[in-house]
C-alpha cells in the first residue's frame, strides 16, 4: 500500500481536488459497523493515485453522522471481489477503526474526544479526514504538549506528547537496531528538559554514544571519571561484585553481612574520637550491611584476621581466608578503581552524590554514565546502586529532587528470563517502575527486544514509541501493551519506516503513525570512538601498542592524575 502523503493546502480544512475527479473517489460508503470497527466500501484506481492514496494503512478517516464526525484508521484493505483491474475503479473495502468523534462546540471550537456517542448507521459517507479535524484530534490544548514530529498521514500536522503524562507514567521506545531509537530518545530528553529545566536525568549508555548527543547538557562519566565508593554498595549489591553470581559462597556472603557493619562502625566510632565532638554515639546495633556510611577496607581485612585468630570464631577459617584474599583480589583490580579510589576513606556522600545527580545542576542536568568500560560483571551492581540512590534521594527529598532514570537495552539489566540478570537491580528498577510516580522518579526504557524484557517492567510503561519491529514476538508484545480497542492500530509494526513510530498511552493524545522531526546532526547519538578523524580517513590510523597495553593495565588513569598535579 502507498503511504505517499500529499501535503494538504496550507489554508487549513479546504480539501483540494481535481475538479476532474469524481467526487466517488473520494469517498466510501459504511457497509458494515459493529461498534467497535466498520467497514467501508470505496471505489479506487491504481495504488499510485492521488486520490485513492489515502485508502491506505494507518491513516485517519472520518464518517458524517450528522453535526459530528466519527474518526477511524484504516487497519485493513481489501479488493472486494479479490481481483484488481487496471485502468479502472476497483471496489475496496477498508476495515477501519473507530477511534473518537470530533464535535463542535457551541463556541464552534472543534472538540475530539475518545469514545463515539453516535454510531454511523449503513450508508454513511466515509471521506478523507480534514485538516482541522486532524489538529483537534492531535493538538489538545494542554500547556506541557510538545511537538516531537509530524504525523505520517500529513506533515502538516505536528505530532505531539504531552510531558508531564508521559514521565510520571515512564515511557518505552521499542524499534529494531537502527530504526532510530536512540536519536528518539535524546529528542524526547530535550524535550523533558524544556519544559523541565529542573529534571535530572540519569542515563545509562551501554554503548557510549550519547556524550555526542548533549555536548551542552551532560555531565559524562567513564569507567575513568566515575566514583562510586564501594561502601554505597548495599551488601547484595556488594557480594554480586565479589562473587558475581558464584555457586557455593554463602558462608562467605553470611560472613561478610556479619562482618561490614563492624567495619562501619569501628569507622564510625574512630571518626568520632578523632573528632572531637560530641557526636551521637555509634552503635553498632543500628548500623546493618546495607547502612550507607562510610568503612575502610583496612579495618574490614583487620577485622577478618582477628576474627581467623580467634580459637572459637564464629566464621569458617577457610571461609574467611577465601573472603579476604577474593576482597584484596577485587581492590588491587585496576578495573574496580570506581570503587576503591579514594586514597582516604572519607564520608564524600553529598558530593558522590551531588555529582551524580547534579546538585547543583550547573547547567548540566544529565549524567551520562558511559558503562562500555566498565566491566561487564559490575554493570548490574553499579546500576542497581545508582536506580536505589536515584529513588532514595527522591524520597529522602519529598519529591523535589525528581530524577528521570533512563535505560538504553534495558533488557539486558532487567531481562525476562527471571534466572537471568541480578535480583537487585531488577529490584531497584522495578521500584522506580511501580512506586516512583510518588516520588517524581521517572523511567524511560530502550530496548530492540521487548521481548526480553521483563514484562512487569514494561507494563508500568504507560507511553510506548514503538518504530519498526521485525520479529513476531516482539510485535505480539507491543500489540497486547496497546488498549484492545487500538490493537489494529499496530498491525503494521514490521512495515513502517526509519525515524517512524506508532505512539500510544497516556502521553498521547490518540495512537498515532508519526515521524519524528529531525535532530540537528551536531545533536545526534554516535561513538565517538569508532568516528575516524578525517584526516585518517583511507589511511590506516597509528596505533600507539604500548599506550593501549598501558590502558589495559589501568595505569592511565595515574598518569592523568599526575598530570593534574594531584599524584597519589
Ligand atoms: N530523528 C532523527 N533525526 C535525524 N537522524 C535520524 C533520526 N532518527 C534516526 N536518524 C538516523 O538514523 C541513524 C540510526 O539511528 P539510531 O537512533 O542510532 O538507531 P537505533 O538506536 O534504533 O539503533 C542515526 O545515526 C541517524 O543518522
Ligand atoms: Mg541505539
Redo the contacts with the bound molecule.
Keep these: 500500500m502507498t503511504s505517499k502523503v500529499k501535503p494538504i493546502a496550507k489554508d487549513m480544512g479546504i480539501e483540494r481536488r481535481r475538479e476532474d475527479q469524481p467526487e466517488e473517489r473520494l469517498m466510501g460508503r459504511v457497509i458494515a459497523c459493529d461498534g467497535g470497527y466498520a467497514t467501508v466500501a470505496a471505489l479506487a484506481s491504481e495504488a499510485s493515485d492521488d486520490a485513492s492514496s489515502f485508502w491506505s494503512i494507518g491513516r485517519l478517516i472520518s464518517i458524517a453522522v450528522g453535526q459530528n464526525r466519527v474518526v477511524g484508521m484504516v487497519y485493513k484493505l481489501n479488493a472486494a471481489d479479490a481481483r484488481w483491474e487496471d485502468q479502472q475503479f476497483n471496489t475496496i473495502h477498508a476495515e477501519i477503526e473507530l477511534v473518537g468523534e470530533i464535535r463542535s462546540s457551541d463556541s464552534g471550537e472543534l472538540e475530539f474526544s475518545r469514545g463515539i456517542a453516535t454510531y454511523p448507521p449503513l450508508g454513511s459517507v466515509a471521506h478523507r479526514i480534514r485538516s482541522k479535524d486532524l489538529m483537534a484530534v492531535h493538538l489538545r490544548h494542554e500547556n506541557r504538549s510538545m511537538v516531537i514530529g509530524t504525523l505520517s498521514q500529513d506533515e502538516q500536522i505536528p505530532a505531539t506528547v504531552d510531558i508531564d503524562n508521559m514521565l510520571s507514567r515512564h515511557f518505552a521506545i521499542v ?1 529494531t ?8 530518545l535524546a ?1 524526547l530528553m530535550r524535550k523533558c528538559l524544556e519544559v523541565h529545566p529542573e529534571l535530572r536525568i540519569m542515563l545509562f549508555d551501554p554503548h557510549n554514544e550519547f556524550s555526542t548527543a548533549f555536548p551542552d547538557k551532560a555531565n559524562v562519566l567513564t569507567a575513568d571519571t566515575l566514583e562510586l565508593p564501594f561502601w554505597l554498595f548495599q551488601h547484595d549489591e556488594f557480594a554480586e561484585v565479589i562473587f558475581r553470581g558464584r555457586e557455593g559462597v554463602q558462608e562467605e556472603v553470611d560472613a561478610l553481612r556479619e562482618l561490614i557493619p563492624e567495619a562501619r562502625a569501628r569507622f564510625g566510632a574512630k571518626q568520632a574520637n578523632g573528632s572531637k565532638l560530641v557526636r551521637r554515639s555509634v552503635d553498632a546495633g543500628n548500623i546493618s550491611a546495607d547502612t550507607p556510611l562510610p568503612y575502610r577496607m583496612t579495618d574490614l581485612f583487620a577485622i577478618i584476621e582477628d576474627e581467623i585468630g580467634q580459637l572459637e570464631g564464629r566464621h569458617d577459617r577457610t571461609v574467611l581466608k577465601s573472603l579476604k584474599t577474593r576482597l584484596e583480589a577485587l581492590v588491587n583490580d585496576p578495573r574496580y578503581r570506581f570503587m576503591f579510589s579514594a586514597r582516604t576513606v572519607d564520608d564524600n556522600m553529598a558530593d558522590v552524590m551531588g555529582t551524580l545527580f547534579r546538585i547543583p545542576l550547573n547547567d548540566r542536568p544529565i549524567t551520562c554514565l558511559q558503562l562500555a568500560g566498565v566491566p561487564s560483571e559490575v554493570v548490574n551492581s553499579v546500576i542497581s546502586v545508582l536506580c536505589r540512590m536515584a529513588f532514595d534521594l527522591a524520597m529522602w527529598s519529598n519529591g523535589t529532587c525528581g530524577v528521570l532514570v533512563v535505560c538504553e537495552e534495558a533488557h539486558r539489566y532487567v531481562p525476562q528470563d527471571p534466572r537471568l540478570g541480578f535480583g537487585p537491580t531488577r529490584h531497584s528498577i522495578a521500584r522506580i517502575a511501580k512506586e516512583g510516580r510518588k516520588y517524581g522518579v521517572h523511567l524511560g526504557v530502550v530496548t ?1 527486544r521487548p521481548g526480553e524484557l521483563d514484562p512487569t517492567i514494561l507494563s508500568q510503561c504507560s507511553t510506548i514509541f514503538s ?1 519498526r519491529l521485525a520479529n513476531d514476538l516482539d510485535q505480539e508484545i507491543i500489540r497486547s501493551a496497546i488498549s484492545d480497542s487500538s490493537a489494529s492500530t499496530i498491525s503494521f509494526l514490521s512495515s513502517i519506516g ?2 517512524e513510530a506508532i505512539a500510544f498511552g497516556e502521553g498521547i493524545p490518540t495512537p498515532m503513525r508519526m515521524k ?4 540537528k546532526t551536531e545533536f ?3 561513538s565517538p570512538i569508532y568516528d575516524m578523524p578525517e584526516h585518517l580517513e583511507g589511511h590506516a590510523p597509528q596505533v600507539n601498542l604500548g599506550s593501549i597495553i598501558s590502558r589495559m593495565r589501568g595505569n592511565h588513569i595515574r598518569d592523568d592524575n599526575r598530570a593534574d598535579g594531584q599524584a597519589a
Design positions: 524499534g537496531t537502527g530504526t532510530g531509537k536512540s536519536t528518539a529528542l530492540q518504530l526509519n525515524r519524528f522531526e529531525e535532530l545526534l547519538p554516535g
